[in-house]
T-cell receptor, first 112, second 113 residues
Framework: RKEVEQDPGPFNVPEGATVAFNCTYS??????FFWYRQDCRKEPKLLMS???SGNEDGRFTAQLNRASQYISLLIRDSKLSDSATYLCVVNMWDSGTYKYIFGTGTRLKVLA | NAGVTQTPKFQVLKTGQSMTLQCAQD?????MYWYRQDPGMGLRLIYY???????DKGEVPNGYNVSRLNKREFSLRLESAAPSQTSVYFC????????????FGSGTQLSVL
């Protein structure tokens, strides 16, 4: 079983739609959780950290469920510019450093 | 702020050739990482360095060597390149806090023919 699993998509949605991505992780010792955005052939960039209480940043809402080892990202009022791959990332302490484990990413295409 | 600088951006090698990917960060970060990204595979950790003078293997270290020359620089070397090493390589760094994000270089697209 992969340590971090995501639905690869693609999710094709019209502009203005609400879309949700899910991610599951296998290691219960995981400490921190993130969503990164990656545009084609570019480096990943942090979209938002995910906190236990849930957090929101404009049109983006992230949720964490530690009991179910599940992370979600909700995008409201999708824009064309939201088209990208969204990477779920889990951080854990291992062998003297924090290791970041990446999911394979979920592709989103927002259609005009 | 330069952040993480990675060179070269593109490279084509023949099987058996060697090369070194360079990475430098100017944020005084202790931890540095090398990842490779292949279609459908996500980013996979090759090697990491928790501090100057220390390096450790990640998930896919075979065929690679690394050097943490000083706190700023962390290089990745392919001694004898193979077609299976065709990939996009990313260097990253962070400040050793569990809530700290990774800062990435812009990537190196490597093709081995």
């Amino acid at each position: 079983r992969k340590e971090v699993e995501q639905d690869p998509g693609p999710f094709n949605v019209p502009e203005g739609a609400t879309v949700a991505f899910n991610c599951t992780y296998s290691n219960s010792a995981s400490q921190s959780f993130f969503w990164y955005r990656q545009d084609c052939r570019k480096e990943p960039k942090l979209l938002m950290s995910v906190y236990s209480s849930g957090n929101e940043d404009g049109r983006f809402t992230a949720q964490l469920n530690r009991a179910s080892q599940y992370i979600s990202l909700l995008i409201r009022d999708s824009k064309l510019s939201d088209s990208a791959t969204y990477l779920c990332v889990v951080n854990m302490w291992d062998s003297g450093t924090y290791k970041y484990i990446f999911g394979t990413g979920t592709r989103l295409k927002v259609l005009a | 702020n330069a952040g993480v600088t990675q060179t070269p951006k593109f490279q084509v090698l023949k099987t058996g050739q060697s090369m070194t990917l360079q990475c430098a960060q100017d944020m005084n970060h202790n931890s540095m990482y090398w990842y490779r990204q292949d279609p459908g595979m996500g980013l996979r950790l090759i090697y990491y360095s928790a501090s100057e003078g220390t390096t450790d293997k990640g998930e896919v270290p075979n065929g690679y060597n690394v050097s943490r020359l000083n706190k700023r620089e962390f290089s990745l070397r392919l001694e004898s390149a193979a077609p299976s090493q065709t990939s996009v390589y990313f260097c990253a760094s962070n400040r050793d806090s569990p809530r700290e994000k990774l800062f990435f270089g812009s990537g190196t697209q490597l093709s081995v023919l």
